[in-house]
């Protein structure tokens, strides 16, 4: 599968920014879709997964009751809503698709994507 992240920007802490990730090729249905960052000089983390047809939802700890993901299955479209954001969550942000989940697990690390988006950037001020 094909992704394309996007939505990334410069905001200052305490607002809000809502990441897209559109999916092309392949049995959507298939898939789960997770949201990873990376910061400069640290390794890509997890921030959160939802299955592409079921599931429920999960999140990093760093992240929860801030961030949100969703889907929108006719633009294969998912998205993650970022509010009170922090410095510390300043990161290049990509979506990646995995076929290994199930109702109550995702992967959290990024080795159990298989296809990544290119990564948009996110730079939050203080």
């Known amino acids: 599968v094909q992704l394309q992240a996007s939505g990334g920007g410069l905001v200052q802490a305490g607002d809000s920014l809502r990441l897209s990730c559109t999916a092309s090729?392949?049995?959507?249905?298939?898939?789960?879709l997770g949201w990873f960052r990376q910061a400069p000089g640290k390794e890509r983390e997890f921030v959160a997964a939802?299955?592409?047809?079921?599931?429920?939802?999960m999140y990093a700890d760093s992240v929860q009751d801030r961030f949100t993901i969703s889907r929108d299955n006719a633009k294969s479209t998912v998205y993650l809503q970022m509010n009170s954001l922090k410095p510390e969550d300043t990161a290049v942000y990509y979506c990646?698709?995995?076929?290994?989940?199930?109702?109550?697990?995702?992967?959290?690390?990024?080795?159990?994507?298989?296809?990544w988006g290119q990564g948009t950037l996110v730079t939050v001020s203080s």
């Open positions: 990646a698709a995995t076929i290994y989940y199930s109702s109550t697990y995702y992967p959290r690390s990024h080795r159990g994507y298989d296809d």
């Open positions: 090729g392949g049995s959507l249905s298939s898939y789960a």
């Open positions: 939802i299955g592409w047809s079921s599931g429920t939802p």
